[in-house]
């Protein structure tokens, strides 16, 4: 069973930047951020493999988050810049042992508790 904890959320203003955490209790192959907005469904943000190599990222945050992971501490970031008062949502790390870079929030088994993130104008 893998645990994940997300932290670094909180609160900034459009056009800032904020880094997320993540966690790992143990080695996690895929690693992604998905995040959900009230009264939206969960949507994916980004993901990245073990090997660091092969990264997605949703259309809707490309050229302005960054994912990236330190696998001798068995964690993932996701570097938030240029910030838009739609980017508001809780942010949740989820992980897979499978080498699988899913879009979708069933391809990944553990999920982490989420944490707020909000933008205000």
């Known amino acids: 069973q893998v645990q994940l904890v997300e932290s670094g959320g909180g609160l900034v203003q459009v056009g800032g930047s904020l880094r997320l955490s993540c966690a790992a209790s143990t080695r996690t192959v895929t690693m992604g951020w998905f995040r959900q907005a009230p009264g939206k469904e969960r949507e994916f943000v980004a993901v990245?493999?073990?090997?660091?190599?092969?990264?997605y990222y949703a259309d809707s945050v490309k050229g302005r988050f960054t994912i990236s992971r330190d696998n001798a501490k068995n964690a993932m970031y996701l570097q938030m810049n240029s910030l838009k008062s739609e980017d508001t949502a809780v942010y949740y790390c989820?992980?897979?042992?499978?080498?699988?870079?899913?879009?979708?929030?069933?391809?990944?088994?553990?999920w982490g508790q989420g944490t707020q993130v909000t933008v205000s104008s």
């Open positions: 990245m493999g073990w090997s660091r190599g092969n990264t």
């Open positions: 989820a992980g897979s042992e499978l080498l699988v870079l899913s879009q979708s929030a069933r391809g990944y088994r553990y």
